[in-house]
RNA sequence: GGUCCGGUAGCUCAGCUGGUUAGAGUGCCUGCCUGUCACGCAGGAUGUCGAGGGUUCAAAUCCCUUCCGGAUCGCCA
């Protein structure tokens, strides 16, 4: 239908005539003159109606944004001072012989070429707002990045196999959403949260190598960077080990921002333990575009007259530390107590903080402190006149994610940041979390190895740390992964640490402690979060914008209604029947 | 499950210390206009003020409940 696309046209392009398809972006009508912009998925190029051209003139009036055109004509230079520079065929024009629409449209609920329109129309009419250009080039980029990944993957020869769907329930881990079985009554189905078993047990079968691009789901609250189905690049080898892992993805990584995005990542990234950047930044995801550090205040509080710091100085299971802001002297009183109630949605009691004026440092602390702890603590946060230094005194875990995510926040505000991209690796996480009720649960999966032998880890759990490594880029934590276990007694040692008895392992997931039996390979590998990359690479607030039909924040979908009701008929038989 | 923000014309929003017929911009419709590119000018139509209940002589406005969207804590191996 169509001999060239809208965007491509140019100068080189003039005396041409060219058949175009596409949508009227918008119609500029003088009565004697008609302009059309005429879009498509290259981008636009101006139309333009004579009223010499009486059949074609009169079609023309007619037109509204959004009919669907096909226009025949020829491409002409634009004279001097007519160019527009905002669209890539502003050079020349086409002047129509004829037009043909394809099809009318309703007026449009919005405007294609306006950002302001709020998500919840715009996900309604997801299909009108894909036109956006802006969503195109979003989608176009994810495209670009998934063709890269599985090049990459492919010349590296991993093999792309398919992991079922219906699968069974995982222990442990979030919720799962789960699918009836009609010829099982009262059973269900469980869609996979990752391919996790299924990859390991391909190692088992020998592939050595496998990838796959695939749907996870997790049936947990969302957040602007969590949906209930997102995408994963999903990856697995064997007899390699975390280091050769870690330095084969680095080489992906670095070569995928290259390519689809022209940038370039360090040769080498750094690499951190957990309790480093827990200590120095108070998250496991460091963004390292930051350089604000937290400083242990421990030591100089111990002896200070002052309960609020030398009680959590004292107590092993608190912490103070202090976070300096390069010229954060300037925030506002007002301010200062917005980042007060900020820290305390992370459950810090209050956020106190010494600023250094030209006049010396005031602060409503300085009077419990003295002058000798107020030049150590300026020693060692390195701090100068213009600085704002703020302090967190709790449990560990409170001073860690009110300092942390505060380190964020301001470094948001006042756009503090030494460069664009920093990716890093967490490695050595413990391999469990002590739950409130004192049980313990793997930090990251009930398979990963740890980096001790099993007498080591069930004398002492708590302090064992696993093979496991995350790469974070720019704050986001984009992948994660570990070597796992290869050996049933390992394997068993582990599960009993989690409080999962032989019976219930045996049912749950007894077909991978077998598999484990006959000649296991050592293996490890990874899943990036392909939405999170996208989000990263495209600088997008939302992770519904990198995702062509997403969902809201119930987990339901503007544009079909779905979840819906199904009829009782259907219901029955699945053998279930609904409580409401 | 908790906290916070929002829901008024197709869209984006103002109005909210209660008080006449609920406004603006934009879109839409009509007319005029031969060089615009967010064209311009003139005129016109368009509202369950998310829903339900309450207070009141009177509710978009105050109170309660509820639904929807968003941010976030918990949750997310």
Known sequence: MRTHYCGELNKEYIDQTVDLCGWVNRRRDHGGVIFLDLRDKQGIAQIIINPEQQETFSIA??????????????????????????????????????????????????????????????????????????????????????????????????????????????????RDYLVP??????????????????????????????????????????????????????VETSFMSEDEIMSMMEEMTREMFKSVIDVDLPSKYPVISYQEAMNLYGVDRP??????????????????????????????????????????????????????????IYGAKGLAYIKLNEDGPSSPILK????????????????????????????TKIVNESLGNLREKIANDLKIYSSDWEPIWVV?????????????????????????????????PEAALSKAYDLVINGSEIGGGSIRIHQTEMQQTVLKILGINEEDAQEKFGFLLNALEYGCPPHGGIA?????????????????????????????????????????????????????
Do not use: W
Request: glycine share 6%; proline share 5%; with cysteine.
């Open 287 to 344: 963004d390292m575009r930051i350089p604000m550090k937290m400083v242990d205040m421990d030591e100089i509080m111990k002896g200070v007259d002052f309960k609020v710091f030398s009680g959590p100085a004292n107590d092993n299971a608190s912490r103070v530390a202090a976070l300096k802001i390069p010229g954060g002297a300037s925030i506002s009183r007002k301010n200062i107590d917005k980042y007060t109630k900020y820290v305390g």
């Open 368 to 395: 419990f402190l003295g002058d000798e702890v107020i030049s150590q603590i300026i020693s060692n946060t390195e701090a100068v006149t213009g600085d704002i230094i703020f302090f967190g005194a709790d449990k």
């Open 181 to 234: 079985s009609r010829t099982h009554p009262g059973e269900f189905f469980a869609l996979p949260q990752s391919p996790q078993l299924f990859k390991q047990l391909l190692m088992m079968s020998g592939f050595e190598r496998y990838y796959q691009i695939v749907k996870c789901f997790r049936d947990e609250d969302l957040r602007a960077d969590r949906q209930p189905e997102f995408t994963q690049l999903d």
């Open 428 to 460: 050595d996480f413990p391999m469990f979390d002590t739950n409130s009720d004192g049980s313990l649960s793997a930090v990251h999966h009930p398979f990963t190895a740890p980096s001790v032998s099993s007498e080591e880890l069930i004398n002492n």
């Open 528 to 580: 990036f979060g392909l939405d999170r990359i996208v989000m990263i690479m495209t600088g997008s607030e939302s992770i519904r914008d990198v995702i062509a039909f997403p969902k809201t924040q119930t987990a339901a979908c503007m544009l079909t209604d779905a979840p819906a009701e199904v009829p009782k008929k259907i219901l029955r038989e699945l053998n279930i029947k609904t409580i409401k």
């Open 61 to 174: 009036e007619g037109v509204r944004s959004e009919f669907v055109l096909r226009v025949t004509g020829q491409v002409i230079a634009r004279s001097e001072g007519m160019t527009n520079e905002k669209i890539s065929s502003g050079q020349i024009e086409v002047v129509a012989t004829n037009i043909e629409i394809l099809n009318n449209s309703k007026p449009i609920p919005f405007q294609i070429d306006s950002i302001d329109t709020s998500e919840e129309v715009r996900l309604k009419y997801r299909y009108l707002d894909l036109r956006r250009e802006e969503m195109q080039s979003k989608l176009r980029l994810r495209s670009k990045v998934t063709h890269f990944m599985r090049d990459f993957m492919d010349r590296n020869d991993f093999l792309d196999i398919e992991t079922p769907f219906l699968t069974k329930a995982t222990p442990e881990g979030a």
